[in-house]
């Protein structure tokens, strides 16, 4: 499969069709129902494709006049055609790789119950000397017996050891681990972060907060040639995996280039092993000075005609409500002691977000920005919104945020007002408003009431995408498809529009809606056929949708054993 010399011709092609009539097709679809998200026609029954691009979107006997000898012709019998699905926040080479989740946990369980558990599974850590796991709620971790530390020593009391915590936004550290990073009872908390101090003895207690976590967790990926063949395995596994769920276009939302993991990806495209689009955003990290700006800059790759381009940047405004590190404008309803005044933390403030906007979308750099709760919503489209008014409109900015689970009224407008990107994960069953309440009302009280507001921000006419932010949720569109029209109030207005979110919407963002995102003459051929018409089934039943055929460039990167 050689999908990155198919995107060369297919770009060219599209190039040319205007000034070259095209007399036949290397493939012609007929008898279909195609939804192409081009709202100068909507719909059609066929199409057909020569050297990946699409030269024909219309009726079935239009389509015959692309018939001749060695055309294939496949007949859809009826099934939907969808674009390609856009997931533009993701994390597959972190969520692939072999070496991360050694030690799977059960979340709700006494950690004190899960000694034996780490005991069995830590020798099979693979690729560092360190044991890595995943899985528990951080909430386990509050009420134990004796700290956290001694409990995981007594598991692992030879080598470091962290586990990651459900939502990635806290560490369970070992001795050993703290030794590592050499942090003590006198250590400071790090921006972004909390090293939780046990209140008697004044001893880290073992749980690492958000930044505090992070830097620890990186120092065991230090990259080694073991490591790092081991995460480009684990994104081979992705490989197969996302064109199964109709995926053709990625954003991997969250690139340690200091542990190497852009050349992992760089391995990918040079031996031709990638089958979707991918750009990846470059994490910003907190800790580091600003020097890594420079740096920053020398990494942009945007070349049209590769399957893989560095145009993103990715930081952090906040952390998440469960742990109160999301940035909130008037303080929790419940303080854990970890944070002076109670209103969330930044790992980028407002300041520091706007000297880093405001210099590296001059190179061509988009920022994608987690931004939780509503400060810290409302201190990103601050930075975004200076460095406008800086660099004024010599420059072509796609910036989004991510999440937006606790937005203001006040800053719903401005998403439209400053063509600011509004990106929502609703795949998983937290994200339900009732869920999301019961889960977060202990810290949030009534603040959490009307999470996520999707609906609002798209009623305001910016511009709205889905994603999964996989693993944390199933990559699985359909799902959030559904959820996206079944919460109460705050869903999309139809199918058509969540369908846009994921399509047209995704290839915006990725800067390539000039040649996928929607089934248009001289567009790719990035397509997918699916096993029922969402507009017809009742909405509960989309998630069940199965994904028969996937296409980037008119290469086969899925087929179903059904079709």
């Not at 603040?447 to 709205?464: C, F, K, L, M, Y």
Request: glycine share 8%; charged share 25%; proline share 5%.
């Amino acid at each position: 499969m050689h999908l990155r010399s198919a995107t060369m011709l297919g770009l060219a092609a599209a190039l040319s069709l205007h000034a070259l009539p095209v007399r036949s097709a290397d493939v012609v679809m007929q008898n279909g129902t195609i939804y192409t998200v081009n709202p100068d026609q909507p719909w059609a029954e066929a199409l057909a494709y020569t050297d990946g691009v699409l030269v024909y979107v219309g009726d079935d006997a239009g389509a015959a006049a692309f018939i001749e000898e060695g055309t294939e012709r496949i007949d859809l019998e009826g099934r939907m055609v969808l674009p390609g699905f856009h997931d533009v926040h993701t994390h597959p080479l972190e969520a692939g790789n072999p070496a991360a989740g050694t030690c799977i946990l059960e979340p709700g369980i006494d950690p004190e119950r899960q000694i034996d558990v780490i005991i069995d599974c830590a020798p099979e850590q693979v690729g560092t000397d360190w044991v890595i796991g995943w899985g528990h709620f951080v909430d386990d971790l509050l009420d134990t017996r004796r700290p956290p530390v001694e409990i995981l020593d007594d598991a692992v009391p030879d080598r470091p050891a962290i586990i990651v915590e459900f939502t990635s936004h806290s560490m369970w550290a070992n001795s050993k681990a703290l030794e590592a990073a050499g942090i003590t009872r006198d250590t400071p908390d790090p921006v972004g972060g909390i090293i939780v101090k046990d209140p008697r003895t004044g001893e880290p207690n073992g749980l690492l907060i958000d930044n505090a976590g992070d830097i620890v967790y990186r120092l065991a990926f230090a990259p080694t040639d073991e490591l790092l063949d081991l995460a480009y395995d684990g994104l081979l596994d992705m490989m197969e995996e996302m064109p199964s769920q109709g995926i053709t276009s990625i954003a991997d939302a969250r690139v340690y280039w200091k542990l190497d993991h852009h050349e992992v990806w760089q391995r990918a495209a040079d031996n031709d092993a990638l089958n979707v689009r991918t750009v990846l955003g470059l994490w910003g990290y907190p800790e580091q000075d600003d020097s890594q700006i420079e740096r920053l800059k020398a990494l942009y790759s945007n070349d049209p005609q590769s399957l893989l381009r560095i145009n993103q940047i990715k930081i952090y405004a906040d952390g998440i409500p469960t742990t109160t590190t999301a940035a909130m404008k008037a303080p929790y309803d419940y303080n854990y002691g970890w944070i002076p005044g109670n209103r969330g933390l930044n790992y980028f403030d407002e300041t520091r977000m706007t000297r880093y906007i405001t210099e590296l979308e001059k190179t061509g750099f988009d920022f994608h920005i987690h931004a939780i709760g509503d400060r810290g919503i409302h201190e990103a489209l601050n930075a975004i919104e200076a460095a406008a008014d800086t660099n004024g409109l010599t420059v072509d900015r796609r910036h989004r945020l991510t999440h937006l689970e606790l937005l203001d009224e006040e800053d719903i407008a401005r998403f439209a007002e400053l063509d600011v990107i509004a990106d929502f994960q609703l795949a998983g069953d937290w994200t339900d408003p009732h869920e999301y309440y019961e889960n977060t009302e202990y810290v949030l009280g009534e603040r959490a009431r009307n999470p996520i507001p999707i609906a609002s921000v798209w009623e305001t006419g910016a511009i709205v995408t889905m994603s999964s932010d996989f693993d944390v949720s199933t990559m699985n569109p359909f799902v959030s498809i559904e959820h996206a029209l079944t919460r109460n109030g705050e869903q999309l207005p139809d199918v058509g529009a969540a369908i846009a979110a994921y399509t047209i919407n995704g290839a915006y963002t990725l800067r390539q809606d000039d040649i996928t995102g929607s089934l248009e003459v001289g567009k790719a051929a990035d397509l997918i056929v699916i096993d029922q018409n969402l507009f017809e089934i009742a909405s509960h039943d989309i998630d069940r949708t199965r994904v028969l055929l996937t296409l980037l460039s008119g290469v086969e990167t899925w087929r179903s054993p059904d079709f």
